[in-house]
């Protein structure tokens, strides 16, 4: 099993923490993170775009001009999507991009991107972390002591105060054990979590 150092928010070691080789020390797989952040990005998409085609848009159907003579095309319709205010060909229309993956592709690919967090030692884990009121700055100092300016802070419960000390930040975020998703761990340099928010985890996806 993987032995993590323990650290209080001045950065002081504390104690040792064992992880679970299944979930902290899973073979690391980038091709399922590319699989599992393609859907999540997907599956936010509102997909409410929409254009108007010929049969959509206000306009005359009257012939543009005659048949012959004019030196031009014949037209029959200045609704065509050729001419200005005319109607969009082949544009988007509200469609659903969702779609699902299968669990155990999810699992492995959140075990992977754990383990590549530890692997590079962008990793800490905290004895706690909570705040009496709600602080950005000191959100930040604190941060700033543990090495993890652009983070993904995770706790095993929800910490109002903390979460509203971080959420102002743009290069951090926090969020529960529970919500921890793969996008989110890429996309943060370091990956901050709680003692209890580590245990949560691995019940979470070691069985």
Request: glycine share 10%.
């Amino acid at each position: 099993m993987p032995s993590v150092s323990i650290v209080n928010t001045q950065a002081q070691t504390v104690g040792e923490i064992e992880l679970s080789d299944v979930v902290f020390g899973a073979e690391i797989k980038p091709h399922l993170h590319w699989e599992v952040v393609k859907n999540q990005l997907a599956n936010r998409r509102a997909g409410t775009h929409s254009t108007k085609t010929r049969a959509n848009v206000h306009g005359t159907t009257h012939k543009v001009g005659r048949q012959k003579g004019g030196g031009g095309a014949r037209h029959g319709s200045r609704k065509s999507p050729i001419f200005v205010g005319g109607g969009v060909a082949h544009g988007p229309h509200p469609r659903d991009y969702s779609y699902t993956v299968p669990k155990k592709v999810r699992r492995a690919a959140l075990c992977s991107a754990l383990s590549l967090r530890l692997k590079q030692g962008e990793l800490v884990v905290v004895d706690q972390f909570a705040m009496t009121t709600p602080k950005t700055k000191e959100a930040v100092a604190t941060l700033g002591r543990l090495g993890a300016n652009k983070a993904l802070v995770v706790t095993s419960v929800e910490h109002s105060a903390l979460h509203l000390s971080i959420r102002n930040l743009p290069s951090a975020k926090y969020i529960r054990a529970e919500g921890v998703n793969v996008y989110d761990i890429l996309k943060y340099d370091k990956l901050v979590l709680t003692v209890d928010a580590a245990k949560a985890l691995e019940e979470r996806l070691a069985g």
